[in-house]
């Protein structure tokens, strides 16, 4: 027997529609979990083989002296399991499940994914890269909210990844998500009590849409710190040996931004015969810390300032003299040779000269 148009119509718009479905909602049809459909890369499904690779620890904030309590398991299911108790006494007030170091390029895709199921609280998650303060990694942290005992799929952008370290956050601060060093969960909601979360794996999305060129070029071009910029720069390696002579990083370690008027290699190649080695004896250390102080404002004045404050505050005593003349700027008898050279913790103008404070011998 033949079956009717009728019926026929019936059929292809019931297929069509389970096509619909299909499309719309493939995890009601098992495709959800499988790598080929999701639009990005695998960072980890919590095999037994990753989690040897990873050996994920728990860090908790009994290093600073607080209480707080976490714990972390692999399940035979392939999950990774993070309980335990937060406690904000003694300061206190983190747990974190961290990998060891780990090597990903993440800079073609626009975020992490990750399916998690929790207990209401807001996590985060945290990647290291290869931003530093003081010389130690800065960690970028993005926040997930959970929903208590469901399995969601929670998306953090790598936009949203904020540096930060030991609660100091540095939203200058770029991830260069073509190095990716660590992985890391943490929990530090302030608020004391149980906390529980599983994580099925960790992947990321919108795999080609990320701006890997461009971040890779964003990162090499943002301002660097004083001292880095001082190095990379080429024209002031006599000015970092004086520096590192008379043991003046402590000035560069400061939360406030620095001016620096930094005389160039030349600018020292003038001062007469056999001074600057004399300078650089230890028993004239004194004498060399109160030189290069004279070389260094507190805050951060760009030239247009600082010819407007006209006379400039030095950290260790004295002042210096701005003027502008027939489009020069001039800091006592120096030039500036290059004004506003930008850092993340002030600025260097570049003179010709080196600043003799006023009195001394």
Same mark, same amino acid.
């Given at each position: ?5 009728? &019926? #026929? ?31 990005? *890369? ?8 990753? /989690? @040897? ?5 728990? &860090? ?6 607080? #209480? ?12 990774? $399991? ?20 780990? /090597? ?32 130690? %990694? ?51 909601? @302030? ?26 070029? /964003?990162?090499?071009?943002?301002? @660097? ?17 004086? #520096? ?8 560069? *370690? ?15 190649? /003038?001062? %007469? ?21 004279? $070389? ?42 290059? %004004? ?8 260097? $103008? ?12």
């Amino acid at each position: 027997m033949f079956m009717s148009a009728c &019926v #026929l119509a019936r059929l292809r718009n019931l297929l069509y529609a389970l096509l619909f479905v299909w499309l719309s909602f493939p995890s009601a049809f098992g495709f959800a979990d499988s790598p080929a459909s999701w639009r990005g *890369q695998s960072v980890s499904e919590f095999t037994p083989a990753e /989690n @040897k690779e990873f050996s994920w620890k728990i &860090v908790n904030d009994g290093v600073m002296g607080g #209480l707080s309590k976490g714990n972390v398991e692999h399940t035979s299911d392939n999950r990774m $399991h993070f309980w335990g108790t937060l406690s904000l006494d003694n300061n206190g007030g983190f747990s974190t499940v961290r990998s060891r170091g780990v /090597n990903f390029d993440l800079s073609n895709d626009l975020g992490l994914l990750l399916l998690v199921k929790g207990d209401g609280r807001t996590y985060e998650a945290r990647l290291d890269s290869t931003a530093t303060f003081r010389g130690n %990694p800065l960690s970028f942290l993005g926040k997930f909210k959970t929903k208590k005992d469901q399995w969601i799929q929670v998306k953090v952008p790598f936009e949203d990844f904020i540096a930060s370290w030991r609660g100091r956050q540095f939203p200058d601060e770029v991830l260069d998500t073509s190095a990716i060093r660590r992985v890391s969960i943490l929990l530090a909601d @302030k608020n004391p009590g149980s906390f529980d979360l599983e994580i099925e794996w960790i992947r990321t999305y919108g795999k080609g849409q990320g701006r890997k060129q461009k971040s890779v070029e /964003n990162v090499s071009a943002q301002p @660097k710190r004083l001292i880095a910029t001082v190095v990379a720069d080429g024209r002031f390696t006599i000015f970092k040996q004086a #520096l590192d002579a008379a043991k003046l990083t402590v000035f560069f *370690q400061w939360d406030n931004p620095l001016t620096i008027f930094a005389p160039t290699d030349e600018a020292f190649s /003038n001062l %007469p015969e056999g001074l600057l080695e004399e300078l650089l004896k230890p028993d004239n250390r004194e004498k060399l810390v109160s030189l290069l102080a004279y $070389h260094v404002a507190a805050g951060s004045f760009d030239a247009k300032q600082a010819v407007a404050e006209k006379n400039i505050n030095m950290v260790r005593g004295g002042r210096i003299h701005v003027t502008s003349h027939s489009k020069e700027t001039h800091v006592n008898d120096a030039i500036v040779l290059e %004004p506003d050279i930008q850092c993340v913790d002030g600025i260097i $103008h570049a003179i010709d000269t080196v600043l003799i404070p006023e009195n001394s011998e």
